[in-house]
């Protein structure tokens, strides 16, 4: 992604981090990027980080067996998760110089690392029940996977 020098977070670290953090958090459904046979390869998940765990924090996600993503995530290559803020398109209508052209403003965070799979059913289980809780409306209480 082409980031001018005057928007991009040159430290990831402190208010840096915080800010992407805060992006993932708001925008948690994701674009998840892999090489598979030598060609990109994108499932959008929600994902839920654990800021704490990791230089960088860490994101946990979920891809079914059958998705054929599940093949790069035993490989080590790495791969992209994608998550996009608000964003606007800026008319050049909207300066006094004519010399203006259009751009679009945008949020987005791009985070890379290597993924792992984590097979333990109760590792799965209490992973998706997080994920579960966190997404599923709190109307009639709480609930556990059967």
């Known amino acids: 992604m082409y980031v001018p020098a005057h ?10 981090l915080a800010a992407c953090h805060q992006v ?6 994701g674009a ?3 090489v598979i046979d030598g060609a990109p390869f994108s499932t959008h ?11 960088f924090g860490t994101l946990l996600g979920h891809v079914a067996a059958a998705n054929p993503h599940s093949r790069a ?10 998550f996009q803020g608000p964003h606007c398109y800026v008319s050049p209508s909207w300066y ?4 203006m052209v259009p751009t679009w403003n945008y949020v987005a965070v791009h985070a890379t690392g290597a993924t792992r799979i984590i097979s333990d059913a109760n590792s799965v289980r209490a992973y998706l029940e997080r ?5 599923e409306s709190k109307i009639g209480g709480t609930f556990t996977l059967a």
């Open 32 to 34: 998840f990027v892999s």
């Open 45 to 55: 998940i929600p994902f839920l980080l654990d800021p704490d765990r990791g230089k």
């Open 7 to 16: 928007f991009a977070a040159p430290n990831l670290a402190g208010p840096s």
């Open 96 to 99: 006094d110089s004519p010399l």
């Open 73 to 82: 995530l035993e490989s080590t290559t790495p791969s992209l998760a994608i």
């Open 24 to 29: 993932i958090d708001a925008n948690s459904f």
């Open 131 to 135: 994920l579960s809780e966190t997404h």
